[in-house]
């Protein structure tokens, strides 16, 4: 991780094809962020005093006035237009085209690559960015921003629910829109909360094999990784719970865990439910003899923000569709 020291925005601190090899090196890089971080960030101090670090706990100084911002990262998009600043978007990155609620002139950048020239022109007051955008070569893309004295804030890819929370509420301290950031989680709170007493009913718990990339490179997850507490919620198992973060799985691996429901959210293939249940050697699975194969939204499972609770209340209803 590079450390960059700057005026305006000063740094104290150290979802490809398939998407889930760029996961599974984003999974080293994070550790240096963790809850503690994020807390601070995103703190109960009051909606006007601005926080003085970002989730990746760096130093930074962001304007009393937002009127123009840059986001990095569909996830952090989506927030922003939640809490209803779509209007001061002025760039967003590749991901993020076709977001609703984004003004429909904002410049589109590459995250790992951007044309920073284009970028400052825009003048935005404050840009948020994945931390994945530093993994791209040996120097930080946005460092020309933080010389020209404009705030740069890292959000690392949240690996549990309470991390969405907190980056949540990050910006939307940072934007003064504090309140609407409450309304948010408290929303996340209750949905949440329907989910987690409908799975306590729950006596037999069924084992599910969840597949963020599809074959030939099949890719998946265990523990410490939002989506394995979202399996947990709704009352069932992960067949990689032992496992930790992203992971390669190997066919015959995936074979022999034998779940009983298969859940996919790959949508670069045209249909990974079909494509699931046509794998040679994948035919005498429980799930696939009984059908019991789900597509879940990409978006709402890949991305780290409220919309989190759409992909819970589907992965709950494919998996216990009689308590759902």
Do not use: H
Not at 34 to 48: F, I, N, P
Not at 50 to 69: H, M, R, S, V, Y
Not at 91 to 100: D, H, N, Q, R
């Amino acid at each position: 991780m590079i450390i960059l020291s700057f005026s305006a925005c000063l740094k104290s601190a150290d979802k490809t094809n398939n998407g889930a090899e760029q996961n599974s090196r984003l999974e080293q890089s994070e550790k240096v962020s963790g809850a503690e971080l994020r807390k601070e960030a995103s703190s109960d101090a009051q909606e006007e005093e601005l926080p003085t670090k970002d989730p990746q706990g760096n130093d930074i100084k962001i304007p009393e006035n937002i009127n123009a911002i840059a986001a990095m990262a569909p996830a952090i998009v989506e927030i922003l237009v939640e809490l209803g600043l779509g209007d001061k978007i002025v760039a967003i990155e590749l991901a993020s085209v076709g977001i609703e609620g984004v003004r429909e002139d904002a410049m589109v950048f590459d995250m790992m690559a951007p044309d920073v020239e284009k970028l400052i022109s825009l003048k935005p007051d404050i840009l948020f960015a994945s931390t994945i955008s530093q993994l791209g070569g040996s120097e930080d893309p946005f460092k020309p921003l933080q010389d020209v004295g404009i705030c740069v804030a890292y959000i690392p890819t949240s690996n549990t629910i309470e991390d969405i929370k907190n980056d949540i509420m990050f910006i939307a301290k940072a934007t003064k829109t504090a309140d609407k950031g409450r309304m948010l989680i408290d929303n996340m709170e209750k949905e949440i909360e329907k989910i987690s007493n409908i799975a306590k009913t729950i006596t037999e718990k069924k084992k599910v094999y969840f597949e963020i990339a599809a074959a030939p490179t099949i890719y998946s997850f265990g523990k410490g990784v939002f989506l394995n507490e979202m399996i947990e919620l709704v009352g069932a198992e992960n067949v990689f719970a032992d496992q930790t973060g992203w992971m390669s799985v190997a066919p015959e691996v995936a074979v022999a865990t034998d779940p009983d429901v298969i859940l996919t959210n790959v949508n670069y293939i045209e249909d990974p439910v079909a494509e699931i249940k046509s794998r040679d050697g994948w035919q005498d699975m429980k799930a696939i003899k009984n059908g019991a194969v789900y597509y879940i939204d990409n978006m709402a499972s890949s991305l780290p923000n409220y919309n989190i609770i759409k992909a819970l209340w589907q992965i709950a209803k494919a998996v216990y569709p009689d308590k759902y």
